[in-house]
Every structure is written in C-alpha cells, then in structure tokens.
C-alpha cells in the first residue's frame, strides 16, 4: 500500500442467502495438479517474504511468482518496467471475444538505498518506498553490493547517548550498515546506489496468523495465487490477467504500464489495509482473520464493489467493508484512469504494523480473498461488463 | 562548447513561453540532425536516423528547454506588480534580483516591510518596472506575462555559472553530442521538452509520440559538496553523474549498468547518484504507454533554482562524451 491511506469502516454485509448463481455452484471436475505437487499458499507467501525486491529491482522475486503462475496459466511474460503478467485463459464463450479481467498485487517491497560508503567502511543509507525510520535501529539487512552482504545497523550504545538525544527518535540519517568490512573492502564490494533489504524469518504465530516483511504487497501476489488455485475447480469464460506488479510504494508505477499494455474490460488490486492493533483508533482499522476488506468509494466501481459483496454473502464469505472516500493509494488508484478507464474493485487484506519488518496477518483472510476473487471471476461475463456502463 | 552554453542560458524562456529558446536551440542543432519538427505542446523533437536504417534501438533523449521563473497576477494603481511563482522557485532567491520579461522589459523584485524575515512570502514581493502609475504599467506589460531571473553567463574557468544551467547545460550536452556524433546505428530522437519544472508535462506526451525503445533525460543534479550541506555523494568534478533513483524514477537496472558499463569502457569519469528529492523527464518517459526502460544523465550543479547555477566543464564534457558513447553504440538490452 503507498503513501495514501485506505480508512476503514467496520461494517457488516447483509447475506440473503444462497443466490441464483447455479453457475457457481457447478464446479467443474478437480483438474488441478496433485495437491502434492501444488506450492501450498503460505509457503508461497514464506519464499516471497523472505526473496528480495526492492522497488525497481523486482528481478528474483519476479522469477519466482512466475515459476509458481506457471501451472495455472497459459503464458507468463514480463514487459519492459519488470511486471509479471500470467494470462489465463477462460472457457471460449457464446457471446463474441472474452472478457479481461486484471489482477493486481504489487511485489515489490520498501527497502533501503546506499548513499555513502564511507571511509572506515561503514555505509549510509536513505529509504525506497517509505521504510519507517523508527524501526530500523538495530535491524538485519541484506545490502546487494556486487555480491550480497549481510550487515547490521548499527546504533550509539545507551551508556553514551546524552539525556537530550535519548528522548528523540532516531532518523535514517544518525544511522549506518556496519558490514564488518574495512573500508578499502567495502568501497571495491559495494557502490552509492546499491539496494538493501531487511532480514527477516517469516513467522507463524498462533491462530494461523504469520508475521514477515514485504506482506505489504506480497500478501495480494499470494491472494492472485490462491484464486488461481480455486480457479482450476470453477468454469470461468473471462481471460485473467494475473499481474505482479512492480514499483507501486514509489508511485504507483507498474500499474500504469501494464494496465495499459493489458488494456483490461475490469481490474481488481489486491493490497493490504490497517489491521487492528494497540493505538490504533478502531476506526480506522480492521480485525484480522474477519475476511478481507472490500473497498468503496470513487476509486471503485460501485458494480464491482456490489458483485464482490453479493458473492461473499451468498457463499458465507466473510469480509468487512472499507469506506476509502479518496485516493486508495493502491494500484487500482492507477488502473481506474488507464487510457479510456478502466472499472475497477479493490480487495484489502488486513494487516498490523504495515510498513515494517514484522507485518503481520491472518492466512485465513488471505484464502478468503483468494476464494471470492475466483468466484467473482467466475461470475464475470460479456452482461457483466456491458453492465458496468453508466 | 562554451559559447553555445551562454547563448542557451542567457537565452529566455520560462515553463510556457518556450518560443525564443526553442528557435535558438533549432538553430543550434539543425545542422546535425536529419529531420526536427515541434509537436503541439511546443516540444522540439530532433531526428538522427540510423546509418543502416535497421537493427537500432528508436532511443529518446530529453532535455528541458524551459526555466523556473514569476507570472504577472495583478497590477495595482502605483503601477507595481505581484506574481506568482512558475516551477520550483523561492521568495527568498527572489528578493532583490531582477527577472526579465519576454520582450526585454525589466524588473526589480521588491518588498513590503516585514517585521520578520520568516513572513517572507510570494504574496509580501512585488515587481518594479520603472512604471509610474497603473497605466504605464499596463502599456509594459499584461496579466499572465512570464518572467524568468535577468542574469548572465559567466566563464570561472573550470566552472561556469549562470541562470537556467537547468537545464540548458543538458540541452547543450545534448546538441554538442549530436554534433560529434558522427553515424549511430541507432535512431536517436533529440527532444527538447517544455514544461519540465511544472511536472514533466512536454516528455509526457513527446515520449507518447515518439513511442522509444529507451529513454534517457539529460538534466541537472545536486551535490552534497558544499559548506554544511545536504549529505550527498554527488560532487562538482566529478564527473557525470549517473542516477540509480530519484523522486520521479528508479533508473532502469539494465539503462543504469550500460552507462556505466560505457564509462568505464571509454574511461570516462563518473559518479552514482541517489536524489532523495526531485525528479526529471525520465520520469515521464518511463511511464509511458506500456513502459519505457529509461535513466538519467545528471550533470552535477550548485544552487540549482538560484540565479547562479554553477557546473564544472570537466563534467560537462564527461556527460557529452557519455551520451555520445551510449547512443554511437548498438544496444542489446
């Protein structure tokens, strides 16, 4: 999720029971792999928190979302900026060309930057995509130098920090990697513009929440899985673009191209919201592991908002309502304005202490999407689309 | 080199009024290239075609032709001026210089009494034209009249100052590679945008138009080599400066190692630049359609958005040479 914020309105959707859509209901034969064989949803989610991608420099992640579309899709490509784009192809339907429908998770990650290395080898740094500076003392990180380092930020010992600087927050500026490199060593292994990444294990706590790094938006590539996994059950007659994007904690950018490479009939992005936790107003958050979040607001087009909410409610889907009234600061902000306009749905997955290395949410909330995203594709038809003109 | 580089900035042309800059850049560059023509928002697009007429990358180069500069909003019965800003510039620069209009008209940037130097704002200056009352004023000059900062060129020896080295030193780069360079094996598109310093809107739509393969923006950088300065790696002298990420952009990985891969091929001297706040045409470009692998050369400047912007001519030959060993070559990218 980028600068903007989404506001989050706890709400309840009505369910009227089991609707008319027996299409849904008709699930095909289990064509799908072997459950065996099949990359199980956290542990696709565990090797991309762990894998590195920092905005503009998606490349290793980007190998590993495709290798894991792969089984589910008829193509992978990456076009010029990096976006992985996995294309599904539906059933061949009545009624003309198939519809597009995009999905949207972005995989890259904030991370850090070298500015300087300096003389005794220490390196200073600023951040990519809005890293918060107060959790960086005393982290693990990763620094892609001409090889990959793994260092340490380093901070003043305690004993000799003044009374006046112990009662202010450290800034990225008072802070450095320490590599354990002299600085002849570290001036012919690492250059000024060299990415970081925070190390951090991903984590499974009790009650099937996971704590990790890059959830924020990793968790949405995860959901885009899942729904291709749920896909191979259901008939669908829509082509899905499954894309993961690049470059959105700086601006949004990997959207822009490849909604407008795609040229999609609607969009979905798939990115995290703010989960319940201390200090937190309530407010403005979501409980975790109470379904997904679905967006409404000028970003969203209230057709799409009403097929995701009437879907979830007529298969028991749980899922809560954020009320985002302005910019969502999510890819779906860049998709709704691609060339002509583009319809667009957003699915958030509630997430606590975005923006650090500790991220932490529900897998359940993560399958659940996955699971409405299928079933909303599902429903996706030529009508549907014609529907959506004003 | 350097007697095209004070034409260019002494040259006038804030963001919008791009008119006399554009013919003094299409006079400069004409000779060296195959085609130029300008697009509708004013951009000047220069064409080189490929020696062989196959097998290049179409590559877009961009500099901005525009400069930072004031706009007349009001005119009161005294016959004084107020204005707002175009671009990046502040009031605190402004105080005591003297803009100049487009048809030669001066004028003294005053201010009203101030009982503290921290209330210095747009709307506490005012520009003096020498009228004596509103009627004399408004014979000068209208409402929505642009002015940019009256200086001049001036040679320091290794460094040069002047107004509007930004970005008319990358305009310069630009024209004198296009003059050295003698066949390419790529078609290489000189664009000379407008708008650049109210949000990159003349490489928005000639990037659209011109639909490259690459995308490169010539234009200027900070340095962190100054008294008590911003920390930065980027120094004057050393070299060009080629960008890994600013504001706007992260420089494609592959754009930013073939750089630096041609700098170290043909020895010349180059820096790494981090920009933590500001952003070039490269921007733009890369945005455009479904996306355009693109970077940025920056030549490093001083006080960039002041009237003396001061570069290094060892740098600036560094980021011509640059430039020419990038575009001369063929691309595999």
Known sequence: ?390 | MKELIKRLVETYGPSGSEDQIRKAILEEVRPYVDEARVDPLGNLIAVKHAAKGNGGKKIMLAGHMDEIGVMVTHIDEKGFLRFGGIGGISPQILLGERVVFADGTVGIVGVERLDDPKDLRFDKLFIDIGAKDKAQAEKAVGIGWSAGYYRTFDDLGDRLVSKAMDDRIGCAVMIQAAKELKKTPNEVYFVFTVQEEVGLRGARTSAFAVDPDIGIAIDVTRTGDTPKGLPMAVELGGGAAIKVKDSSLVAHPKVKDLMAEVARTDKIPYQFEVLEAGGTDAGAIHLTKAGVPSGTISIPTRYIHTPSEVVDYGDVQACVRLLKGIVGRPIGL
């Open chain 1, 1 to 390: 999720m980028g600068e903007n914020v989404i506001r989050v309105c706890p709400g309840t959707v009505r369910v009227d029971g089991p609707g008319q859509w027996g299409r849904l209901a008709e699930e095909g034969p289990d064509t799908a792999l072997d459950t065996a064989e099949r990359l199980e949803t956290k542990s696709f989610l565990k090797a991309l928190s762990e894998g590195s991608g920092v905005s503009g420099y998606e490349g290793p992640i980007g190998a590993m979302v495709a290798e894991a579309f792969r089984p589910f899709v008829d193509e992978v490509r990456f076009d010029k900026l990096g976006n992985c784009i996995g294309l599904r192809r539906g059933e061949k339907p009545k009624d003309g060309p198939p519809v597009k429908v995009m999905l949207a998770g972005h995989m890259d990650e904030i991370g850090l930057i070298v500015t300087k290395v300096e003389e005794r080898g220490f390196l200073r740094f600023t951040d990519v995509g809005g890293v918060d500076q107060r959790t960086l003392p005393a982290q693990e990180v990763v620094v892609h130098g001409r090889k990959d380092l793994p260092g340490v930020i380093g901070v003043k010992p305690p004993h000799l920090v003044s009374p006046d600087e112990a009662a202010k927050a450290l800034k990225k500026e008072d802070l450095y990697i320490d590599l354990g490199l002299t600085g002849a060593e570290a001036k012919k292994l690492v250059n000024v513009g060299d990415l970081i990444t925070l190390r951090r294990d991903f984590t499974e706590l009790k009650n099937g929440l996971v704590a990790g790094k890059a959830f924020d938006d990793r968790a949405g590539v995860a959901v885009i899985y899942e729904a291709l996994l749920q896909l191979e059950k259901l008939h669908h007659t829509a082509d899905v673009y499954a894309v993961a994007t690049v470059q959105e904690e700086t601006g949004l950018r990997g959207a822009i191209t490849s909604a407008y490479g795609v040229v999609p009939d609607l969009g979905v992005a798939i990115d995290v919201s703010f989960g319940d936790q201390p200090g937190v107003p309530e407010h403005q958050t979501a409980p975790l592991d109470k379904g997904p979040g679905v967006a409404v607001g000028g970003n969203i087009h209230p057709k799409v908002y009403e097929a995701l909410t009437r879907i979830a409610g007529e298969q028991g889907i749980s899922l809560q309502i954020e009320a985002s009234p302005g910019a969502t600061g999510t890819d779906a902000w860049a998709m709704q304005v691609s060339r002509a306009g583009v319809p667009t749905g957003l699915i958030g997955i509630p997430l606590r202490s975005m923006h650090t290395s500790v991220e932490t949410l529900a897998m359940g909330d993560i399958k659940k999407a996955g699971r409405l995203l299928a079933l909303f594709i599902a429903s996706v038809d030529r009508a549907f689309v014609e529907g959506l003109r004003w």
